[in-house]
Structure formats: C-alpha cells, structure tokens
Nanobody
C-alpha cells in the first residue's frame, strides 16, 4: 500500500508563491506517474500538472508559466511550485500516483489565495 502525504498549503496573497510537497511511503517515482489535482468549492476535480517516470511534464492551460511540477526520486517527493498565485487558484490540492489502473491519492492540502 502506497501512502501519499501532501504539505505546504496555506494562505497567500495574490501574486505570492507556495511550494507543495507530496511525500510517498516508498520508492514509487521510478514506476508511477505523479500528478497534482485540485478541487475548488462547487467545482469538479481538475488536473493541474503531471510528470511521467521519465520526467516529461504537462500542465493545465490555466497554470502554464506559473506552476512547475518536479520530483526528487531520492527523497520520494514530488513538488508543485506555484508562483503568481491568483484567487482562482484557491482549492484543495491533491497528489496522485498512477500505475496502470492503480491510483493512490493523498489527503489534500488547502491553498487559499486572498488579500
């Protein structure tokens, strides 16, 4: 059983930055694709960013140029660097690990962008 634990969320002013971390219970990043999703109140789950085992990345159009996903295999941690944050980025952010039909989710971390 893989466990994913997110951290790094909080309250930030518009234009500010946060870095989210997702720590895995085991060495999974060499075989699992990792991604970040978010869900705002009253809205559907949204894919924010993803990174493959080989390090290829893709992003939602709404965050391109502002967010960066990365991973440190040695630390079993995936990151989401979020810059130039906007109020519409406010949501609970979730980390997900995927291998075929197997998916693991973290518990989520709240990000609130407000002045």
């Amino acid at each position: 059983q893989v466990q994913l634990v997110e951290s790094g969320g909080g309250l930030v002013q518009p234009g500010g930055s946060l870095r989210l971390s997702c720590a895995a219970s085991g060495s999974i990043f060499s075989i699992y694709a990792m991604s970040w999703y978010r869900q705002a109140p009253g809205k559907q789950h949204e894919l924010v960013a993803a990174i493959t085992t080989g390090g290829s990345t893709n992003y939602a159009d709404s965050v391109k140029g502002r967010f960066t996903i990365s991973k440190d295999n040695a630390k079993n941690t995936v990151y989401l660097q979020m810059n130039s944050l906007k109020p519409e980025d406010t949501a609970v952010y979730y980390c997900k690990g995927s291998l075929g039909r197997t998916h693991y989710w973290g518990q989520g971390t709240q990000v609130t962008v407000s002045s």
